[in-house]
């Protein structure tokens, strides 16, 4: 099945700087892969999402990058505000049904 | 508005004790899942639905039981065989074209053992 790896736990940036956060996955049949925002007290909300088919997609200051090769995609989220402090979850397809979920990255802006 | 509804969002348990959940969306999403998510850890995957009155066991299927008797409604039942409950229960529909796609979650119940 598949298995998906996230890093870094935890990630401290200062406002306005950029943040990345990295996922790898292991099947490489694997063609969607969608990026999940969680604020205290509250469920995930999906942010952003790509497929296999494309290197990037943006979405104002949020972009996720693929690479089918090394299988890892990637959250870039540029000039960073309080209110993107919050946890967040990248996932991968297994099967047709299911969703992977990576360990979850706490994302913490400094003003 | 549409969306995801838990209930209750705190709720405590008894020892050998069976606590329901509740999830209901107005959605009109035929897929339904239910997560649990421990502090500092991903969300895994307990049951899922893709119609009504069928449902499939996920990861950590052992000491859950569900039902899915109409499409709007995908009670979780915490048995007395959970030994570790203790958790944050995520409910979540699908509105995409495939049914791992584009989750919808609710805002959670929080489960506690007395």
């Known amino acids: 099945g598949e298995n998906v790896e996230q890093h870094p736990s935890t990630l401290s940036v200062q406002e306005g700087d950029s943040a990345v956060i990295k996922c790898t996955y292991s099947d490489s049949a694997s063609n969607y892969f969608p990026w999940y925002k969680q604020e205290l007290g509250k469920g995930p909300q999906l942010i952003i999402d790509?497929?296999?088919?494309?290197g990037e997609k943006k979405d104002q200051r949020i972009a996720v990058t693929l690479n089918k090769t090394a299988k890892h995609f990637s959250l870039h989220i540029t000039e960073t505000q309080p209110e993107d402090s919050a946890v967040y979850f990248c996932?991968?397809?297994?099967?047709?049904?299911?969703?992977?979920f990576g360990q979850g990255t706490r994302l913490t802006i400094n003003p | 508005d549409g969306g995801i509804t838990q209930s209750p969002k705190y709720l405590f348990r008894k020892e050998g004790q069976n606590v329901t959940l509740s999830c209901e969306q107005n959605?009109?999403?035929?897929?339904m899942y239910w997560y649990r998510q421990d502090p500092g850890q991903g969300l895994r995957l307990i049951y899922y639905?893709?119609?009504?009155?069928?449902?499939q066991k996920g990861d950590i299927a052992e000491g859950y039981s569900v039902s899915r008797e109409k499409k709007e409604s995908f009670p979780l039942t915490v048995t007395s065989a959970q030994k570790n409950p203790t958790a944050f229960y995520l409910c979540a529909s699908s509105g995409g074209v495939a049914t791992n796609e584009k989750l919808f979650f609710g805002s959670g119940t929080q489960l506690s053992v007395l």
């Open positions: 790509i497929r296999s088919n494309v």
């Open positions: 639905s893709q119609i009504v009155n069928d449902f």
């Open positions: 959605l009109n999403h035929d897929a």
């Open positions: 996932a991968a397809p297994q099967g047709a049904q299911k969703l992977v």
